[in-house]
């Protein structure tokens, strides 16, 4: 069966899914957005679908923490940003009536923390900073660092790296073989110029530069979606990203079962069977497709045994890497810095630190600050008591007065979230090779979720609902071959 492009999924989806013939019943295994998004499609044709999630709640990585804190202030642990070009995601919030709002990361007071003093982007503030440029570098400034290594690149590979349907065509090939800082340094670029970058592209998206394919980055960075392009359009989620799958959850209600960790998924020629745990005993479900949307990172825990899986498949599942990162929130008795909506890029081990709550109301606010790669990895290893005295002892090195404001505390380390064990796919060099491996349906069972886009970063809401449409049109097109 030939895979439907992603022009082709989207001018299905906008057409509502014309002729849709459902299975007559499907197991959805997670209640993540893609995983919602099917089940929500399904039951409104008339589908048996059920949605088995491990935790207990929806949403997945759309995570919103609205607990130790005060006067209702609240930070997103997980996916926080939409763009005007988030196709899927603003559709499925106009339909489930969940409002928008400004992003925090639009508008943001961006500077620098590095060998103990402050500066901005701008050239004469970068040249004074005394960091270890080349001397080409250093008029530059950090916008003409990212002309010169960046976007100059970007513009040479189009129009093959902004096509609509992503496809690695023989000019884009290279670049999956080669990371993100060989292209930087081969093009001439120092490690303090990497450093400068970094904070704009790569550091919230996994980090590791080293390992991370050159052809994955230089498509987002070529998209409406990169950090470059923030205009007053990029929105989040009002009153949190968690508002979002809670309303899918709403019109779906007792399809989902939470608390139901899937163990086992078989099928063959005729039927697909799940297994999972509920109240402590193992219970099986049949169905005539399932839908896998749980992370890669989390698949081994599930036994696949008796599914008929191709050894391509199983390859895939121990391949994909996921993103470490740590995410810190320390609330504060008021606004201590003076500027508004602040984010700092520091040479300092918590990395990045900005106001998680620029928009809400009150004297309290919430710092947060992002660790990313090793870092991130070494500070999960702390007990939670022993990562909020750290990350506050850094902070305090930069801000002064943080241990006498700071209040209360929290952190997420996906890495150790249950059902989750990482953030989202780092696409690390030879990525676009297992891109259609990942999507690929094996008989009665299907797979979705950022990491089963066609695009090859994840860490977005639209992209893991993009993977529930083109999911959908591959239940539809299974219905019509049979």
């Known amino acids: 069966m030939r895979e439907a492009t992603q022009t082709e999924v989207r001018r299905a989806f906008d057409s509502g899914l014309p002729g849709l013939r459902p299975p007559r019943s499907v197991i959805v295994v997670g209640a993540g957005l893609a995983g919602l998004a099917v089940a929500h499609e399904l039951a409104a044709r008339d589908c048996e679908v059920t949605v088995l999630e491990a935790s207990g709640r ?8 609205r607990e130790p804190f005060a006067d209702g202030l609240h930070a997103e642990a997980g ?3 939409l763009t005007p070009h988030c196709h899927y995601a603003m559709h499925y919030l106009r339909e489930l009536g969940v409002e928008t709002d400004t992003a925090d990361l639009f508008g943001t007071t961006f500077s620098y923390f590095a060998r103990g003093g402050f500066f901005t982007p701008e050239p004469d503030s970068v040249a004074g900073a005394g960091l270890d440029l080349h001397p080409h570098e250093k008029d530059l400034g950090v916008g003409g660092m990212i002309e010169r290594y960046v ?11 902004s096509t609509p349907d992503w496809a690695v065509t023989q000019r884009l090939a290279p670049y999956d073989q080669l990371s993100v800082h060989e292209v930087l340094t081969e093009r001439g670029a120092s490690q303090a110029a990497i450093d400068l970058m970094e ?11 080293k390992t991370a394919s050159a052809l994955s980055w230089l498509r987002h960075e070529a998209s409406p979606h990169s950090l470059g392009n923030a205009d007053p359009r ?4 009002k009153d949190g990203t968690d508002r979002f799958p809670q309303a899918f959850a709403e019109r779906l209600k007792s399809r989902i079962h939470y608390h139901r960790p899937v163990v086992r998924v078989e099928q063959d020629a005729e039927r697909a069977r799940v297994t999972f745990l509920a109240h402590g005993r193992l219970h099986t479900r049949e169905a005539e497709r399932v839908v896998v949307t749980v992370p890669f990172s989390t698949i081994r825990h599930i036994d ?4 008929g899986l191709s050894d ?12 470490s990162i740590v995410r810190v929130y320390l609330q504060m008795r008021r606004q201590f810095w003076p500027q508004h909506n602040a984010s700092f890029s520091t040479d300092l081990p918590i990395r990045w630190i900005r106001d998680a709550t620029p928009q809400l109301p009150g004297p309290r606010k919430i710092l947060e600050c992002l660790m990313t790669g090793w870092r991130a990895r ?5 007990t939670e008591e022993e990562r909020l005295d750290f990350v506050l002892t850094e902070v305090e090195r930069m801000l002064p007065g943080a241990r006498d404001h700071f209040e209360t505390g929290t952190s997420v380390c996906w890495d150790q979230r249950p059902y989750a064990e990482g953030a989202y796919i780092l696409p690390e060099r030879g990525h676009s090779a297992l891109m259609p491996v990942i999507r690929r349906p094996e008989g009665r069972i299907h797979f979705a979720g950022d990491h089963a886009g066609f695009e090859p970063n994840g860490g977005s809401m639209t992209f893991a609902l993009e993977s529930a449409a083109r999911t959908l049109v591959e239940l539809g097109a299974a219905a019509d071959a049979t």
Request: aromatic share 8%; hydrophobic share 45%.
């Open 79 to 81: 996916a926080m940003t």
């Open 58 to 65: 929806p949403g997945g990585r759309a995570y919103t923490l």
């Open 199 to 209: 904070p704009l592209f790569l550091e919230m998206r996994g980090g590791d530069l």
């Open 304 to 307: 696949f045994t008796e599914a």
């Open 234 to 237: 990029w929105a989040k989620v």
């Open 151 to 161: 976007t100059a690149v970007t513009e040479s590979l189009q129009p093959d790296l």
């Open 312 to 323: 391509a498949k199983h390859d895939v599942m121990r391949r994909v890497k996921y993103s």
């Open 378 to 382: 070494a500070v999960a290893a702390m």
